[in-house]
């Protein structure tokens, strides 16, 4: 039996922050993007794990300012209540990245959505392993072309994810020994 098994409902806020220089998305857009990520895990975890998507515009009496966003995303986790939240920086340079029950988002492409919250699922990146000249194995970290948490915009996580977050049948679980030839 699988040891973590996230099923049930949650709610995923996608937050749209009115900075007082100005904002770049809507609440529906917001909602829609969240919407996105909802079905995402709905499909992937056979409908056992649902998220309820929300689009919100949360008003700041800061500048839009990479040091004043931590600041702002204070503001939002007081004035709506999420288990998950998207915030979208789309004018901030720097990576995305996910913490604190937040994907901060500076891209809202669907890879991007789906990758940052998988981050809040419990999941890290899905890497691969290459032989270099000297023989010896290393990781690429993002080197996964099967699973958004590697270096695409897969439709589906990889078998590990799914085992993972407690969306395997057993049945469809094997164990593999090195020792037993097939």
């Known amino acids: 039996s699988q040891a973590h098994a996230l099923q049930g ?17 809507s609440a529906d857009k917001c909602r829609k993007a969240a919407a996105g990520v909802a079905d995402f895990y709905a499909r992937n975890s056979r409908g056992t794990f649902r998220l ?14 990479a040091g004043n966003l931590a600041a702002a995303e204070a503001i939002v986790k007081r004035q709506v209540k999420a288990d998950y939240y998207i915030v979208p920086a789309l004018w901030k340079n720097g990576g995305n990245h996910a913490s604190n029950k937040i994907a901060h988002v500076v891209q809202l492409t669907g890879w991007v959505l789906n990758h940052e919250v998988g981050h809040l699922l419990g999941m890290g ?9 000297n023989g010896r194995p290393y990781l ?4 996964d072309a099967d699973s958004p948490m590697g270096n695409n915009g897969s439709r589906y996580l990889n078998g590990p994810e799914y085992y993972k977050l407690g969306w395997l049948p057993d049945e469809e679980v094997a164990t593999y ?4 030839a097939i």
């Open 9 to 25: 409902e949650r709610s995923l806020a996608c937050v749209a922050i009115k900075w007082l220089d100005g904002q770049e998305l």
């Open 52 to 65: 309820q998507p929300r689009g919100y515009e949360v008003e700041v009496p800061y500048e839009k300012k």
């Open 125 to 133: 990146h899905s890497g691969q392993y290459h032989y270099g000249s």
């Open 140 to 143: 690429e970290n993002y080197g």
């Open 177 to 180: 020994d090195p020792n037993v």
